[in-house]
């Protein structure tokens, strides 16, 4: 027999809110409060680690970078840093050197508990938008189709025979940690199916290089639709069989039809 995409893994899709980012932030500093606790590294290092880490979230959750932003973002970055670095290894001048002269003077630190408040504010963020995004929307995909459940709402099935998948990064910082992406699914005449804005994984990671993104799923799931996959070589020679033997006994069958008839004539006569 045929073997059907019956064994392909079903697909499940939530859509997120910006603030399930705030993972990345609570467990980096828990990871911060831990290295404070046993005095592995300098606080007022630390301090300065964690305010990086702080306007890196707030630019991943307030703004959206296209392509074209996220690369004038990362040049100007190269720029003001790439520059002063230069200068600082050609003995031109030291910006680094007087800027750390200056920033050492003020002497800022963060003590233990004061990161684990951070970790515990940051991961009350996440687990709420963990929680909104499991509970308001969820769409599985199937050999069998694709079910779209919406919290107080109806139930919604579509066939997947002639959908295409239409995507792009709604932020490219965002596909950078987590290969978040906006994902719609629309009929061959751009009819829309349904769209989400904010899906994790859809895009592969360099964090994860060794499971398939979502989207790489999908487009499997829609290009077996209406397919036959493979046939063994036993189950051919099964199937011929079959039809070997059905068409004797159609055979038989036939030449039984046409001595009746020879004998009606035959009496008549």
């Known amino acids: 027999m045929a073997e059907s995409p019956q064994k392909l893994k079903p697909i499940v899709l939530y859509d997120h809110l910006p603030g399930i980012l705030?993972?990345?932030?609570?467990?980096?500093?828990?990871?911060i409060a831990l290295f404070s606790y046993f005095q592995w590294f300098d606080k007022h290092m630390m301090f300065w680690i964690g305010l990086s880490i702080m306007i890196l979230w707030y630019v991943a959750f307030r703004f959206n970078l296209p392509k074209s932003k996220f690369i004038m973002l990362v040049g100007l970055l190269g720029t003001f840093v790439g520059i002063p670095v230069v200068l600082e290894l050609?003995?031109?001048?030291?910006?680094?050197?007087?800027?750390?002269?200056?920033?050492?003077?003020l002497a800022p630190?963060?003590?233990?508990?004061?990161?684990?408040?951070?970790?515990?504010?940051?991961?009350?963020?996440?687990?709420g938008?963990?929680?909104?995004?499991?509970?308001?929307l969820k769409v599985k995909i199937d050999e069998s189709g694709l079910t779209v459940n919406r919290v107080?709402?109806?139930?919604?099935?579509?066939?997947?025979?002639?959908?295409?998948?239409?995507?792009?990064?709604?932020?490219?910082?965002?596909?950078?940690?987590?290969?978040?992406?906006?994902?719609?699914?629309?009929?061959?005449?751009?009819?829309?199916?349904?769209?989400?804005?904010?899906?994790?994984?859809l895009y592969p990671t360099i964090w994860f290089p060794f499971f398939k993104s979502k989207?790489?799923?999908?487009?499997?799931?829609?290009?077996?639709?209406g397919k036959v996959v493979s046939v063994d070589k036993q189950d051919r020679l099964d199937a011929a069989e079959a039809a070997d033997s059905t068409d004797?006994?159609?055979?038989?069958?036939?030449?039984?039809?046409?001595?009746?008839?020879?004998?009606?004539?035959q009496d008549i006569k």
């Not at 233990?112 to 970790?119: D, N």
Request: glycine share 10%.
């Open 152 to 201: 107080g709402g109806k139930g919604e099935r579509f066939e997947l025979i002639g959908l295409k998948t239409e995507n792009e990064p709604l932020d490219y910082l965002e596909l950078f940690l987590c290969g978040v992406g906006s994902l719609s699914l629309k009929t061959r005449m751009n009819k829309p199916i349904f769209k989400m804005d904010r899906v994790i994984g």
């Open 248 to 265: 004797d006994d159609e055979l038989y069958d036939d030449e039984a039809v046409d001595m009746d008839l020879d004998e009606g004539n």
């Open 90 to 105: 050609a003995n031109i001048i030291s910006p680094f050197s007087w800027a750390a002269g200056r920033l050492g003077q």
């Open 109 to 127: 630190e963060v003590n233990t508990g004061a990161w684990v408040v951070m970790a515990l504010v940051f991961g009350v963020i996440w687990l």
């Open 215 to 225: 989207l790489a799923r999908i487009e499997e799931m829609l290009s077996y639709q």
């Open 22 to 31: 705030a993972g990345y932030p609570a467990l980096l500093f828990l990871l």
């Open 129 to 136: 938008n963990f929680i909104w995004s499991r509970t308001h």
